[in-house]
């Protein structure tokens, strides 16, 4: 908040704006969001539209929960993982910069978030999915422990 209030101070009022500050407001928040989406799984907290789930058992739940798990979300952060990975390390190898003027150096920082954002959302894919097959066979003590 602290960057964009002084991005739009030096913009607005000042009548100068910085190529670096701009830029640093959109690594921040993608940072923010890709680091927040494990913790947001853990906490069950992801934007939905689903008029039929709330209404199931904890059983049915577990097992929408199991399935999206295992047929979406694990392979895709697998998937998004494993491309990202070369991403980063060539993005470091290069010393990969902004291609604006005056922009931040060191990109590879942020390409390499995106590989712990989504290894960290994979591990959380994979503890959501345990505890919903504790749930699924009826040990839903084990599954609200872990």
């Not at 908040?1 to 002084?6: T, W």
Request: overall charge positive; aromatic content about 14%.
């Amino acid at each position: 908040m602290v960057v964009v209030c002084y991005d739009v101070f030096t913009r607005y009022v000042l009548k100068n704006s910085y190529v670096a500050v701009q830029e640093l407001e959109w690594h921040i928040f993608a940072v923010i969001f890709l680091v927040g989406a494990a913790y947001t799984l853990k906490e069950d907290k992801h934007v939905r539209v689903d008029v039929i789930y709330t209404r199931l058992s904890a059983k049915k739940k577990a097992v929408v929960n199991l399935a999206g798990t295992v047929l979406f979300l694990l392979p895709f952060t697998l998937l998004v993982t494993k491309t990202a990975i070369p991403f980063a390390i060539n993005a470091y190898h290069f010393n990969e910069i902004s291609p604006d003027p005056g922009g931040l150096p060191y990109r590879w920082l942020l390409k390499s978030a995106i590989v712990v954002g989504f290894a960290l959302l994979f591990m959380q894919g994979l503890s959501l999915g345990i505890k919903s097959f504790l749930t699924i066979i009826g040990n839903e003590e084990e599954a609200s422990n872990g």
